[in-house]
DNA sequence: GAGGGTGATGTCACCTTGCGACATGACCGT
DNA sequence: ACGGTCATGTCGCAAGGTGACATCACCCTC
């Protein structure tokens, strides 16, 4: 209940249902017309049918309108950390790997050109920089949570998002067809060897 | 020569020595008076004896000021990859070995006050974060002129990248007293015991 | 040594981001 | 019917960031 099937019968209509949503739609149309910086704020809440201001009351900033699954996915990888008893790195790579089949499977398109969005203004870049790390740090306190040490939490939690990183860059590639969730396991067996002691040469 | 010892003797002195220095310089004063956030470019200037848009001809924005090592570290860190044979990941983390010595040693009180701004302010910590990833990329192409394939590359550039970020987490970390280079090697080798492949459980 | 080029700077005008303050109008309770 | 609440629109503004143009010292050349 709450909002869902209000209607307005006033000559103007001054709620609209899903603004969040429409305005994250309009975001992703316009920026794939015409690139993200050449979008004002004002286009987006235009062709939403709201107001500039109104879009900055629900977002942040104008970046945060392609953000907006992070907060599920942190949601998601906390919860598998927490429910799983494994050593911490295979933890880690286990919960990205349930991200990889929850959140993603199906859907590398959309996420393919959510990326080409994100490649094409370094604002972005640094926004999803920042949203990354900020799961990581989730991630860690997850870790601790489940009773290591701060030293090590901190270690398995970045190995783990470097692995995923790997692998996500390869499933998003042009020629790539393998699933996330493979590719996951794929960079985690590497990532393995190329950390493993060098012998004497 | 080039524009060292000029002196103007007009009654406005239009050219500044170093004019790039000195809005650093003021730059950092501001941020740690005020916060990054309350300074504005135009006070920056000001310090500086200069003009706003004198700032933005040296700096892409604001940010940028507190930026300006990050050149000469990435030109030690692909110099010190490209004159190595060591196995990848070796490789990196020596790289990187080189840089605390080069560039970090007896710098901890500043690298402290510099990452006090930094973690004060959303945008900086994006900044570094893109900085850092800048610098990644750095890396793997100097990896790949080495023979490498690009797989490994990747793998071995993010795995070093990891070692150093949290060998620098705990450089700065308030009771520390260790050298950063060591911190390094130690760290080096946590890593591989945490991504070691577990043992039957 | 006068004149023109060059390069760093200042000045001005402008757009956009992002936010505070306030008004409005629809819904909901009693 | 009345007041409260909440989402929204409107207005204005500080600050980030940029283009266009003027200015002035320096340098080179004739």
């Given at each position: 209940m709450s909002q869902c099937d209000i209607r307005y019968h006033g000559r103007m209509a001054r709620w609209q249902p899903d603004a969040r949503g429409r305005l994250e739609a309009a975001a992703l149309e316009l920026f794939r017309e015409r690139g993200f910086e050449e979008t004002t704020v004002a286009d987006i809440a235009t062709r939403a049918g709201l107001d500039k201001r109104t879009f900055y009351r629900l977002f942040?900033?104008?970046?945060e309108a392609l953000f907006s699954g992070s907060g599920r996915l942190e949601e998601i990888l906390v919860k598998a950390v927490a429910e799983t008893d494994a050593a911490p790195f295979e933890a880690v790579v286990a919960a990205f790997r349930r991200v990889a089949e929850d959140l993603?499977?199906?859907?590398l398109e959309l996420v393919r050109m959510r990326h080409s969005i994100i490649a094409s203004s370094p604002e972005l870049q640094e926004r999803e920089l920042r949203k990354t790390g900020a799961l990581a740090a989730a991630v860690t306190v997850a870790l601790r949570a489940n009773g290591l040490d701060e030293s090590t939490a901190i270690l398995a939690t970045e190995s783990g998002a470097t692995v995923f990183r790997v692998a996500y860059a390869r499933w998003i590639a042009p020629d790539s067809d393998a699933t996330l969730a493979d590719l996951i396991d794929e960079v985690a067996a590497e990532l393995r060897t190329v950390t493993s002691a060098p012998r004497e040469r």
């Open positions: 942040g900033d104008k970046r993603f499977a199906d859907r």
